[in-house]
T-cell receptor, first 112, second 114 residues
Framework: KNQVEQSPQSLIILEGKNCTLQCNYTVSPFSNLRWYKQDTGRGPVSLTI?????NTKSNGRYTATLDADTKQSSLHITASQLSDSASYIC???????????FGKGNQVVVIP | ETGVTQTPRHLVMGMTNKKSLKCEQH?????MYWYKQSAKKPLELMFVYNFKEQTENNSVPSRFSPECPNSSHLFLHLHTLQPEDSALYLC?????????????FGEGSRLTVL
């Protein structure tokens, strides 16, 4: 079983609407969690990083939350734009080593 | 421009061909990685190089052969591949001692094996 599970696998939203992506993980001991955005045919690009003590972090219209107790994170996209169409990948790092656990990604399609 | 350049962006090869993927990073990082990305699967780590030395080989078949001549360049030599090896191959770099997980990815090389 994958250590990082993301949901929904895919979603379609109307331009201008909001959406929330979920990431649940079992990685322990936890070091940090990062959300990447991957446009079609491109490499992943980091959006946010969150450490154990952080609950919320924003990057423009992207807001990530972290609940280290329940081992859950979410990525909220506000006022979606067509350029938000991409795969969003949750990546969790463990303390003590450099191993990263990757989720399969949330595929978001924004339609006009 | 991510600072990590991969060539070629697309490659089609037969099962008996020999080809190579190239990666170059302009970020001054000392660690480089090869990842395989298949549809609907998480990224799979293949190889890790720190200061030109291979520090991890994640049980990758010998038909994939990495080469790291210096800390800025990384190659993946391919030979006698199988159709299931068709995937997006991503190169990444990072700076040891920095925040774990801060990877900078290239645009990827889309490989199709016929």
């Amino acid at each position: 079983k994958n250590q990082v599970e993301q949901s929904p696998q895919s979603l379609i939203i109307l331009e201008g609407k909001n959406c929330t992506l979920q990431c649940n993980y079992t990685v322990s001991p936890f070091s940090n969690l990062r959300w990447y955005k991957q446009d079609t045919g491109r490499g992943p690009v980091s959006l946010t990083i969150m450490t154990f003590s952080e609950n919320t972090k924003s990057n423009g219209r992207y807001t990530a939350t972290l609940d280290a107790d329940t081992k859950q994170s979410s990525l909220h996209i506000t006022a979606s734009q067509l350029s938000d169409s991409a795969s969003y990948i949750c990546v969790v790092s463990a303390q003590g080593n450099n191993r990263l656990a990757f989720g399969k990604g949330n595929q978001v399609v924004v339609i006009p | 421009e991510t600072g990590v350049t991969q060539t070629p962006r697309h490659l089609v090869m037969g099962m008996t061909n020999k080809k190579s993927l190239k990666c170059e990073q302009h970020l001054g990082h000392n660690a480089m990685y090869w990842y395989k990305q298949s549809a609907k699967k998480p990224l799979e780590l293949m190889f890790v190089y720190n200061f030109k030395e291979q520090t991890e080989n994640n049980s990758v078949p010998s038909r994939f052969s990495p080469e790291c001549p210096n800390s800025s360049h990384l190659f993946l030599h391919l030979h006698t591949l199988q159709p299931e090896d068709s995937a997006l191959y991503l190169c990444a770099s990072s700076q040891e001692g920095q925040i774990v997980g801060e990877l900078f990815f290239g645009e990827g090389s889309r490989l199709t094996v016929l």
